[in-house]
């Protein structure tokens, strides 16, 4: 998965200028694998530890990252997700702050889902309902410079008050304040990794997409 989030940013390094990641479980594995792919990525990391990973989700581990990041657009990214790079291309380009969606999948309970109206995101939860939902948050999202006050805001409140919400949490406590737009995956290939299934799902794609890259 850290293979295939590199492999996106190489494909777009031209809007990027620094890269941090934060861990928290199997931090040494994820410094050796950091260590092993290094050569991948043309901007040296900047990793992070989160010490309350076992207590916060990652709410905290986004603070962590934008505390010192406040000075430029940030494009988030979860680490579970392997992704087509071209969703990558297709955020950046966005004159946005935006979620990346799929407008094409059929929604579940366990959906991020999202509601829309006039090209604007109207809310944010896996307890949406399918039917009205416009389509399901992928994990990735770019916020404009300009937008990244409040969302730290929305953040640091939540840290303080509670450790079981996630970021999204916070992106939904800002939707009356933040134009958040939607950038559609029309149909490119992505999963998010929660299960053995989803892995083996995450490893063809990654397969179809180094072959591709090798033609």
């Known amino acids: 998965m850290l293979a295939s989030i590199f492999d996106s940013l190489k494909d777009n390094s031209n809007y990027f200028s620094q890269l941090t990641i934060v861990g928290g479980h ?37 603070f962590m990252a934008l505390k010192n990041n ?17 969703i990558v291309n297709k955020i950046m380009r966005s004159p946005y702050t935006a979620l990346v969606v799929d407008n094409k999948k059929q929604l579940t ?18 307890a949406l309902s399918p039917k009205t ?38 992106f939904r406590s800002i939707l009356g304040d933040v134009n958040f737009r939607v950038v559609d995956t029309d149909g490119l290939p992505w999963t998010e990794v929660d299960n053995k299934y989803d892995l083996r799902i995450a490893r063809r794609i990654y397969k179809d997409l180094s072959s591709r890259s090798r033609i």
Do not use: W
């Open 26 to 62: 199997g931090f040494n594995f994820l410094q050796q694998a950091i260590a092993s792919l290094r050569h991948t990525v043309p901007i040296a990391p900047t990793l992070i530890f989160n010490p309350n990973y076992q207590s916060m989700n990652n709410c905290y581990s986004l």
């Open 133 to 170: 939902s416009y389509g399901e948050y992928i994990g990735i999202a770019k916020v404009q410079k300009k937008h990244l006050p409040k969302l730290m805001v929305a953040l640091e409140a939540i840290v303080k008050e509670t450790s079981n919400l996630f970021y999204d949490d916070a």
């Open 70 to 86: 406040t000075d430029r657009d940030v494009l988030i990214i979860h680490s579970d997700v392997v992704y087509e790079p071209t």
């Open 109 to 126: 309970a366990e959906s991020m889902k999202v509601t829309v109206a006039n090209g604007r995101v109207t809310d944010i939860s896996k």
